[in-house]
């Protein structure tokens, strides 16, 4: 069972060059996040997403704003359900 | 194999037994439902969730479309997997650096995260994970899958890291996770098992 | 008797002994057998009576029917339905009015007579009081699940319990003091714990896991069979905190709107036992102990 039950939002990135940018833009931030792969119920090609505490997702989306980094959907989600329901798609 | 129903308009319970049906005919694969209000939604959603498939939302103008994914190693929400310790099946990684590949560091850095994140969802779990040389980076206070691995470690799959490396790359007093081997470990640990599988 | 509490029956003193208690109600079919239909429907009509600790004496009969569209031999079962019940509780049907509507619909209005001192409030509840309910929770669910022709066991355990007149529950508590006393119904049981607990300025306890559910109620629930009105209830109660150890689909039980469902009371703790038994005996099977009124309050509900 996923360890992270209770990060509630997920980051969905064109590329994995964003993921792994966005992950390093965000741990020097010090927002908690992990990176995993896009949960098949979303996608089944493989991809990169980032995980976090849905609280914090006006933070994050600033700071991706500030730094130009460009991402792709917002989920709100329940790990373990595995439901994902989307929030913002830019 | 993916079935794709238009339940608008549908009154309750309509949505639910529309996908009642379609999950029923279906032995894995998706099944996507267009509904109308919020209601629908939640319903069709408890739905699915209590049958172990996974929900994808998306909202389109008042619309919800609700994909749900259906088989596949689906993991019950109470259903921890148990690492196989009978003697018939016995599954050892050996992880000997700390990226998955060739052609992108970068690249393996993010593929080993992944790797252990899935692994963590997997139902089939590993007797023993073995880390040698760099992979002795997975398991020291810096590592970037440590939660991961102590996920791993109170489920019952041993970690173990050669000693020789960790003294090797000086981080002996780093060791965060799982205990020290040596050589001889590592080859019984190899030989005793059924698959031994080396990233 | 003012409109603070917001009863949907009318209560006026006729002379220091008696005071009439009127109440109307109606709906369109929740089940498909149009003799249980009527039953149900008139039930719930009289219940309103015995919530308030009268007896029923008068019926009379609402109806709606789609006269061409279905036999006429259906309205005479819900009316049969109907009847039955009203016999049942003691009372008579003294008459009635229909339209013609392309939905059925059926209900009553009851007149019945309670003692002006012994009148049931659903406010009043005191802190340290017992909450019991009479019948389980989860019509809502299981008529939802009926439409979907799934948990058929449930749905008849639902139909008995919504055909059962509160008759004997409430004579079953007539001789103990009842400190509050309400029936539920569409509002759910928290709901009707709110209206309980404004208006008694009290806080509140529920215990999820004591309450009675019918049979399959809790599976259907979890699977969606969930109507909406589950949704509009949960929508409009602010003040109801649940823990998060309560399972979704019980929270969800919780808001469900009952038809025909049982009383609720706030009992004295000193009593609660001897209450609860006498509710047994006289066949009020799933009655249990479902929380308990704490402090001063502002209605608040916690549920764990």
């Known amino acids: 069972m996923t360890i992270y039950l209770d990060y509630d939002g997920l980051l969905l990135f064109d590329s994995v060059h964003h993921a792994i940018r966005g992950e390093k833009l965000l741990l020097a931030a010090n927002i908690k996040i992990v990176s995993l792969p896009t949960p098949r119920e979303i996608d089944v090609s493989c991809g990169q997403c980032l995980l976090f505490p849905l609280a914090d997702q006006e933070k994050i989306k600033k700071i991706f704003h500030d730094q130009q980094l460009k991402w792709k959907k917002l989920f709100k989600c329940n790990l373990k359900e595995r439901v994902y329901e989307e929030l913002e798609s830019r | ?199 | 008797m003012g409109f603070e509490t917001a009863d949907d029956a009318g209560i006026y003193e006729l002379n220091e002994t008696t005071a009439l208690i009127q109440t109307l109600d109606f709906f369109t079919p929740i089940v498909d057998d149009p003799y249980m239909f009527g039953q149900i429907a008139a039930a719930n009509s009289l219940s309103d009576v015995y919530a308030m600790g009268g007896k029923p004496l008068t019926a009379m009969n609402i109806v709606a029917f789609p006269i061409g569209s279905l036999p006429a031999e259906v309205l005479g079962e819900i009316l049969k339905g109907g009847q039955d019940k009203v016999i049942e509780a003691g009372a008579v049907i003294v008459g009635g009015h229909t339209i013609e509507d392309s939905e059925p619909k059926y209900g009553l209005s009851v007149t019945g007579i309670v003692h002006p001192n012994k009148i049931l409030k659903n406010i009043g509840a005191l802190p340290g009081d017992v909450l019991i309910i009479t019948k389980a929770i989860g019509t809502g669910v299981l008529t939802t699940a009926a439409k979907a022709d799934m948990f058929l066991e449930g749905v008849e355990a639902a139909i008995s319990s919504m055909a059962m007149l509160n008759r004997y529950a409430a004579e079953a508590v007539a001789n103990f003091t009842i400190h509050a006393c309400t029936d539920i119904t569409g509002f759910g049981l928290l709901g009707h714990l709110y209206e309980m607990a404004v208006g008694s300025s009290v806080k509140i306890r529920l215990q999820a896991r004591a309450i009675p559910l019918l049979p399959d109620a809790a599976e259907a629930a979890s699977m969606g069979l969930v109507p909406a009105g589950a949704y509009r209830n949960r929508e409009y109660l602010k003040t109801v905190t649940i823990d998060p150890s309560v399972p979704g689909n019980i929270e969800d039980l919780c808001y469900d709107p009952q038809t025909s469902g049982g009383l609720l009371l706030s009992v004295p703790a000193a009593i609660a036992k001897e209450v609860l038994l006498a509710l047994k005996e006289s066949g009020s099977t799933q009655a249990a102990v479902i929380g308990e009124v704490l402090e001063k309050g502002k209605g608040e509900i916690y549920v764990d």
Not at chain 2, 55 to 64: E, H, L, R
Not at chain 2, 101 to 124: C, D, I, P, R
Not at chain 2, 130 to 144: E, R
Request: charged share 20%; glycine share 8%; aromatic share 4%.
């Open chain 2, 1 to 199: 194999m993916s079935t794709k129903i238009d339940a608008k308009g549908l009154a309750c319970p309509g949505p639910v037994i529309a996908t009642k049906k379609a999950l029923e005919s279906i032995e894995q694969g998706i099944v996507t439902i267009v509904v109308d209000n919020e209601v629908a939604k939640e319903n069709v959603v408890k739905y699915a969730t209590a049958h172990g498939c996974g929900v994808s939302i998306t909202k389109q103008a008042g619309d919800f479309t609700v994909k749900i994914t259906k088989g596949e190693a689906v993991l019950a929400p109470d259903k921890i997997a148990a690492p196989l310790s009978a003697p018939t099946e016995n599954l050892v990684y050996l992880i000997t650096q700390n990226t998955l590949g060739h052609g992108s560091s970068e690249l393996g850095a993010v593929l080993m995260k992944s790797f252990m994140y899935a692994l963590l969802e997997s139902t089939v779990l590993p007797k023993t994970i073995l880390f040698m040389n760099a992979g002795i980076m997975l398991t020291i206070k810096s590592s970037p899958v440590l939660e991961h691995l102590e996920t791993l470690d109170q489920r019952g799959v041993e970690i173990l890291s050669c000693g020789t490396c960790l003294d090797y790359f000086a981080v002996k007093n780093e060791l965060a996770i799982g205990g020290v081997t040596n050589m001889y470990t590592i080859i019984e640990a190899m030989s005793a098992a059924n698959k031994v599988i080396t990233l």
